[in-house]
């Protein structure tokens, strides 16, 4: 196995893990508040704990591998992840519970800087793309229905309700353990070595269990400097990722109870709909065409098609007379009116695997756009600006339904899947097939 697809191996089953425990709460949080009490507003702190710990995280790690480089940071993110999903599964009350995922939050953190960042600079420019594709939104999909599965394992096992959710939960810690040790043992990233620190036994190794004979060019521009000069990249590329995880995240995490309710789904067949009749086909659609059409192409035009869908479905949601149906009661869809709402969502689901979820969501823009030097850092800084965004909205959301109605809420992420794709239609420069630290001269 070469050095590209075994960092795609190590840092998948990573990703994987946060695609389980990010996903698993939403199965299981209404089945917890049968047993630790909650109102709206601390249901929605209690879900977002995690982004708040992937934040501090994030800014931690993300600087320190700038210093003290990938590998030595790698693995303390699973490690931590393990710890958190253990600790869930034997909280007892609500602050244990809290605190456990905040934990747990500071491993995917630190996971969300790290291997984007690591199978970037190991990967080639020619499928650098598909790569971080198949690493990113592919294993995170996964994970999702690991989670459901986990679940309904769970369920017709019959295990009780007070120990169900505490296995889903902890089961998370499984994967995780799984690669800890592997991630020990990768070697230091070539684009590190080459670029920063040309650590002589590292350099070694890669020749010797990789054929890798390494070309050493020091970038020797102050750090200082080079985070200047990237500044606007990075501050675009954060937006550009919060405004997708306000939108997405709050679907993933309570699309299986809200939304599936909605179409009178339950949310275990919600996600495995979602995923094989949309997201997997999606992603394998981006998997073929990133690395020839290019990245802003399959943004702009996947976000202007759940800009469309979820337009429809918010207009289905507010007056389904618009469709030629005669419903009062919206909450609940039945018959042609649920069948309607779930191809909408099915199809803003599939246009987002296409371009947004697999790119955007792959945590792919600011690696590919900011220097080896600064590339930590400036993955760290969008990552912490994303989970503290998508936190807020997180908590916010059961309010925020409950205050505006779901309709309307959907109208609000057309709006902001709209917007995205404006901004990465004028100010994100495409990234196909170019050698990383080339990049930032890209004007087009």
Known sequence: MNLSWRSVLVSGMGVLTDGYNLYSISLSIYIIKNFITMNNISEGVLIAGSYF?????????????????????????????????????????????????????????????LSPVIVAENAESKNRGKMMVITFAVMWGLGAVLAAFVDQMGMILGLPPSILWRVVLGFGAIPAISVIIARRKITETLLFLSKIKPLKKEIERLNREFKINLSVNLDRTPFVERLKASAPFIVVASILWLLYDIYSSTFAIYGPITIAYNLGLTPITFTYVAQFFAGIPGQLICIYLIDKIGRKMLIVVGYAGVALWLIMYSLLLIDPRVFGLSITNTESLTGKAAMLGFSFYMLNYLFSAIGPASIIGSAMVTPEL????????GQAISVAVDRLSAATVISAFPSLVKIMGLGPMVGIY???????????LFLIPETKQRELDLIRSVKS
């Open 53 to 113: 710990g992937a934040a501090i995280a994030a800014l931690i790690f993300g600087f320190l591998s700038d210093f003290e480089g990938r590998k030595r940071m790698y693995g303390i993110d699973v490690t931590l992840m393990s710890l958190g999903a253990i600790f869930q599964a034997v909280s007892f009350n609500y602050l244990e519970l809290f605190l456990s995922r905040l934990l747990l939050g500071m491993g995917i953190g630190a996971d969300y800087v």
């Open 370 to 377: 900011v220097p080896t030097k600064i590339r930590g850092t």
């Open 414 to 424: 057309a709006f902001i899947a709209l917007s995205s794709s404006l901004i990465t």
